[in-house]
């Protein structure tokens, strides 16, 4: 089973940034990105294939996420730009293997095995 760790979450104001960390103890899985906001379902935010040849991002979030991953060290990262309130939620990464590049354009939770615990992300000034 494939063990995933976040962290870089935290209080931030409106229009700041942060970054998200995943570090995985196996590599080449693809990654996910979700989001729980309090009383809300937990959503897609974004995934990027095993070698990082495919990304994908929800309507929400585009053109101020980006995902990325280092291989070399089993990490996805997720920058977060122009944060908004409504960004406000726990942010969890999640994994799957999968044979060659795969990267659903809306990512599902049942489409993951493999979770994190989740990283607080506060947007609030």
């Known amino acids: 089973q494939l063990q995933l760790v976040e962290s870089g979450g935290g209080l931030v104001q409106p229009g700041g940034s942060l970054r998200l960390s995943c570090v995985a103890s196996?590599?080449?899985?693809?990654i996910g990105w979700f989001r729980q906001a309090p009383g809300k379902e937990r959503e897609g935010v974004s995934c990027i294939s095993s070698r990082g040849s495919i990304t994908n991002y929800a309507d929400s979030v585009k053109g101020r996420f980006t995902i990325s991953r280092d291989n070399a060290k089993n990490t996805v990262y997720l920058q977060m730009n122009s944060l908004k309130p409504e960004d406000t939620a726990v942010y969890y990464c999640?994994?799957?293997?999968?044979?060659?590049?795969?990267?659903?354009?809306?990512?599902?939770?049942?489409?993951?095995?493999?979770w994190g615990q989740g990283a607080q992300v506060t947007v609030s000034s």
């Open positions: 999640a994994g799957i293997y999968r044979f060659g590049s795969w990267c659903p354009a809306r990512a599902r939770q049942t489409d993951f095995d493999s």
């Open positions: 196996g590599n080449y899985y693809t």
